[in-house]
DNA sequence: CTGCATCCTCTAGGATACTG
DNA sequence: CAGTATCCTAGAGGATGCAG
């Protein structure tokens, strides 16, 4: 099985040589998961439907600015919900939009090569720290 | 196919309320990942071997210094290997170790679904600016 | 050619305080 | 409770020049 990921290798590599006709759509979409919190919002939401405050502490130590910069992003590209309650005071929740679904499987499948992988590299940097010293 | 999916969710999402014991191993590795560069180079090497300049060639928005960096990140991860050829002057291939090539079916699936969900994704973005504003 | 070292900029992002 | 606004710092990362 070599020809699924080959076939999007070289639609990546593609850009080379040919003059950008504006920022390659891959690198676009990867640059929104490459983004510190958003990756973690997003498994929270798989979880369960939370409100703000639950998301605070699904994901402890981020601040409320990035957590709300976050969810807005997140939302904007339609990933996630918002759905408000004009309870008092008010409450807000988010859930995973299909979208967002979509997304599960793919950072399923990265997350399990992390976790499969992660000893080998712990041990690959011990390696090369010890060399390099 | 929702098994694999969730297990994973629930591991991921077990630090909840546990004390950290030192930071999450998937987190860590997804730091990697989520890095500017590394998925560009590791791509870009995915298709074949490559020699520093002609890197900076495939990445042509990537400065020396970050080229250099990335590249010993890699290699201190053993994701590459790099091979010094003590030609005048000194010429340096760097490749894919067999733990970077195991990245690449993970990566395939995100850039899959990133080549796929674009158009939808960009629409969320337009419909949503239009509404803001 | 490869790649450190230096300097400098810029922005992601934390802390804090305030509002509907 | 769910944000917004302001301030401020650390670190990512670009440009340049030198060296092996």
Redesign the pocket.
Known sequence: MQSRTSVLIEGFARREGTERTGPCPVRDVLDRVS???SILLVVALAVRTR??????RAVP????????????DLERDGLIT?Q?FPTK??????RLAPLGQSLLDPLASLMDWAGRRHAEISAARVRYDATGS
């Open positions: 983004d510190k919190w409100r703000f405050s639950a998301l605070q130590d981020i601040s409320k600015r990035m957590l709300t910069q976050t969810l807005r918002r408000v005071p008010p409450s807000v929740e988010y």
